[in-house]
């Protein structure tokens, strides 16, 4: 069976993007029913369509929604070109428009309070990433998906309220708590080694080893048993997500 014997998808990432940045799709009208390879969108005769744009090499192959398909939809084609690529590296898009997620601050409102969906968040960590027409569509606002770079992370809102608090608990005990805090940071208390924005950093949401010390252990209580297993149990999305959270004082990346 051929892709084109089945029904696309009547709502993907690409057409939630492209509408929320007031774009327009491209291409040439279909002359017979298709399927976008690139987000699976239903293409249907008179809709804007345009010839695969990448060869058998093309590298992110293995992201097409719909593999072998020999056409794109008009929104993907448009998201492909400088200015869709540009466009689309950062930003919540949604039928109010497109919320701005570069400045930490903004990532973090737009973090704890998410549009109407359906959403799309994307976070870009290299020039030119293809990101808008492989992010996922978010249904939800209480749990959802951004991607980042080339991943697809989950946030879930609850998880994400909840830890601040137990960073916090976390972070001021002694042994965890830094001896000298940097004003320009204005990273609220936490327990971990690091924090990457961009997740490029390996030791990442590390735990710091001062919470294990004699100093830290002198002041546990139930308390903090049950705010580390909270943190043990976030998500990557979500220790991402404490970065910004953590830090709304701090600019752009
Ligand atoms: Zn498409």
Redesign the pocket.
């Known amino acids: 069976m051929t892709q084109t014997q089945t029904k696309g998808l009547s709502l993907?990432s690409?057409?939630v993007v492209v509408n929320a940045l007031g774009m327009k799709p491209e291409g040439a009208a279909a002359t017979s029913e298709g399927i976008?390879?690139?987000?699976?969108?239903h293409i249907g005769v008179g809709d804007l369509q345009a010839p695969t744009p990448f060869g058998q090499n093309f590298t992110d192959d293995l992201s097409l929604?719909a593999r072998g398909s020999p056409c794109?939809?008009?929104?993907?084609?448009t998201?492909s070109t400088v200015d869709g690529l540009r466009a689309s590296g950062f930003g919540v898009f949604s039928k109010s428009g497109v919320l701005p997620f570069r400045k930490w601050q903004d990532i973090a409102n737009a973090l704890l309070n998410p549009p109407e969906p359906p959403f799309v968040m994307t976070y870009a960590t290299a020039n030119s990433q293809h990101m808008g027409?492989r992010a996922p569509v978010s249904e939800s606002r209480n749990s959802f998906m951004v991607r980042v770079g080339l991943r697809d992370l989950l946030v879930r809102r609850e998880m994400l309220e909840r830890a601040v608090d137990a960073c916090e608990l976390l972070g001021n005990l002694p042994g965890v708590r830094p001896k000298a805090v940097n004003p320009a940071r204005r990273t609220l208390p936490n327990p971990f080694v690091s924090m990457s924005s961009d997740l490029k950093e390996p030791s990442h949401g590390r735990l710091h080893p001062g919470l294990f010390s004699d100093e830290a252990r002198n002041e546990w209580t139930d308390t903090h048993e049950g705010a580390l297993a909270l943190l043990r149990r976030l998500s990557l999305g979500e220790s991402w997500a404490l970065r910004f959270v953590l830090t709304p004082g701090a600019g752009a990346n």
């Open positions: 993907t690409s057409v976008c390879a690139m987000c699976a969108l929604a794109v939809c008009g929104y993907c084609a998201l027409w």
